[in-house]
C-alpha cells in the first residue's frame, strides 16, 4: 500500500502519540499508531516529558527494527513486550517509585503485510478502519473501556455545568475510579493495552483484512470527529482522510477550540492527541 497522508499532534506541550511505518512511502509493508494512556500519578518519574510518552518512544524504535520482519502479530508482540520490559527493568533500577504508582501503557494499532493478505494487531481504544475495493470493510472503534469513558465524560460534563473546569480538579476527584479502571488492564473483565509486562500478551486482537482498498489508522483524539463531535460518519472520514489528513485534524481541533468548556460535546479533556495514518493499495 502506498502512504495517503499521516499527522500526529498533541494537544498540549507533550505528545504522547506516535506512529510509523516500515517500507518507502510508496510501498509500505506496516504501519502503525500509539496513544499513551494519560497518568494519574502526581508526577512523572521517567526520562522524558511524560512517563506515557516514554513508553511511545521506546515502543516506536522497537516497532521500527521490528516492523520490517516476516514475523507473525503474536511473535512481533512477544519480542515488542519482552523489549520493553527489559527497558523498564533499567529505567526503573534508579527510581523510587510509589507503592501506588500507576505504570505507563498505550493503545496500539499495527498492521503489517503477509502472503496472504493483510493483518492488523491492537490493543487498546485506538481505532482501524478499511474499506475494500468491492465494498464492505471493517471498522475496529468500540472497546471494552468505552462505557467507563463515556461515564467518566457524563460525569465530567455535570461538574463543569456546576462550574468546575480545571481538568486537575476533575483527575484528583475521579481518580479512585481511574484506577480501578486501569487494574482492569489486561484482564478478562477489562481491555487490552500495551505496557511493560507480559501481561499485555494476555488478550490482544489480532485480524485479518485481507487485500483492502483503503486502510485509516487512527487514535481516539482524531476519531473524536466521528464519535464525539459528529462532524462526519465513518465512511465520511474515510473519504476526508484520504483527502487529507492534516484537514481532518483542522476541523477537529476548530470544533475543539469552539467549545472550551466542553459543554456543547461533553467530553473529560477539552482536546486530545491526535494521529492517523491513512494508506491505499497501490494500482
Known sequence: MKLLGAVSQGSGTVNEDGFGYAGDPGNVSAAWILDGVTGINPRNHLSAGSDAQWLVACAQAHLAELAPRGIAPDTLLHELVARLMADWAAAAASLDLP??????????????????????????????????AGGGG??????????????????????????????????AEFAPQLRESRAR??????????????????????VELGWPDQTLLCTDGYYRAVDTYGLMDDARLMDASAASVAKVLE?????????????????????????????????
Open 99 to 132: 507503592r501506588d504508582y500507576d505504570p505507563p501503557a498505550a493503545c496500539l494499532v499495527l498492521v503489517k503485510r503477509y502472503a496472504g493478505g493483510w493483518q492488523c494487531l491492537r490493543l487498546g481504544d485506538s481505532c482501524l478502519l478499511t474499506r475494500q
Open 138 to 171: 471493517l471498522i475496529l472503534a468500540a472497546s471494552p473501556n468505552n462505557s467507563f469513558d463515556h461515564w467518566l465524560a457524563r460525569e465530567a460534563h455535570k461538574r463543569r455545568q456546576q462550574g468546575v473546569f480545571d481538568v486537575k480538579a476533575l483527575l
Open 185 to 206: 488492564r489486561n484482564r478478562p473483565d477489562g481491555y487490552s493495552v500495551l505496557e511493560c509486562s507480559r501481561d499485555a500478551l494476555a488478550m490482544p486482537e489480532i
Open 251 to 283: 476541523l477537529v481541533r476548530a470544533t475543539e477550540a469552539s467549545d472550551p468548556g466542553c459543554l456543547r460535546h461533553p467530553r473529560f479533556k477539552p482536546a486530545d492527541d491526535a494521529t492517523a495514518v491513512m494508506l491505499a493499495a497501490t494500482r
